[in-house]
T-cell receptor
Framework: DSGVTQTPKHLITATGQRVTLRCSPR?????VYWYQQSLDQGLQFLIQ???????AKGNILERFSAQQFPDLHSELNLSSLELGDSALYFC????????????FGNGTRLTVT | DQQVKQNSPSLSVQEGRISILNCDYT??????FLWYKKYPAEGPTFLIS?????DKNEDGRFTVFLNKSAKHLSLHIVPSQPGDSAVYFC???????????????FGGGTRLMVKP
């Protein structure tokens, strides 16, 4: 158990809809990262937050947004969903140590029909 | 532009033999490298890491080798066990000084199958 909790585990929705994915980091971790994995491909970095502030942005679509709350949990909002958004979405957390590995949750599998 | 590449999508080895998984990178700013293992329906699990100041790091059956001049790293598993069957991802980071943590760039993964 990595200590990172993601909900829900599965999500099925229709095109054009909006969903929210939730992540609770490991106790004490201030950094939260979101990654997307499509069709057994590698993990693509979306966005990183540190103690409530956005720190880095990757290949995140404008239809997607995220935030980290004062209790350090994070939410990833996906709107105007398209079929191609179907993927596994992983959240990870880490401490602020430069050599600290990321610890991943078990992901949310999003299916857009 | 894939900055981290794992050119072998799959690898099959016999139980007890050595498994060697390879990874290449292009970004010379990367200075911290990690290997993750992923089972189906689970998130990636951290396995082992290496800093660019080293060329080898060992943890039990797992050893990571780094060749900076070739921008290449490899993971050796000896001896391989059936429970090692999983997808292995290599990842790299260009550490920053803002204490914000380590954003990782991942390779596409190699599926390892260890046959009994």
């Amino acid at each position: 158990d990595s200590g990172v909790t993601q909900t829900p585990k599965h999500l099925i929705t229709a095109t054009g809809q909006r969903v929210t994915l939730r992540c609770s980091p490991r106790s004490g971790d201030l950094s939260v990262y979101w990654y997307q994995q499509s069709l057994d491909q590698g993990l693509q970095f979306l966005i990183q937050y540190y103690n409530g502030e956005e720190r880095a942005k990757g290949n995140i679509l404008e239809r997607f947004s995220a935030q980290q709350f004062p209790d350090l949990h994070s939410e990833l909002n996906l709107s105007s969903l398209e079929l191609g958004d179907s993927a596994l979405y992983f959240c990870a957390s880490s401490s602020f140590s430069l050599n600290s590995p990321l610890h991943f949750g078990n992901g949310t599998r999003l299916t857009v029909t | 532009d894939q900055q981290v590449k794992q050119n072998s999508p799959s690898l099959s080895v016999q139980e007890g033999r050595i498994s060697i998984l390879n990874c290449d990178y292009t970004n010379s700013m990367f200075d911290y490298f990690l290997w993750y293992k992923k089972y189906p329906a689970e998130g990636p699990t951290f396995l082992i890491s290496i800093s660019s100041i080293k060329d080898k790091n060992e943890d039990g059956r797992f050893t990571v080798f780094l060749n900076k001049s070739a921008k290449h790293l490899s993971l050796h598993i000896v001896p391989s066990q059936p429970g090692d069957s999983a997808v292995y991802f290599c990842a790299a980071s260009a550490r920053r000084n803002n204490n914000a943590g380590n954003m990782l760039t991942f390779g596409g993964g190699t599926r390892l199958m260890v046959k009994p």
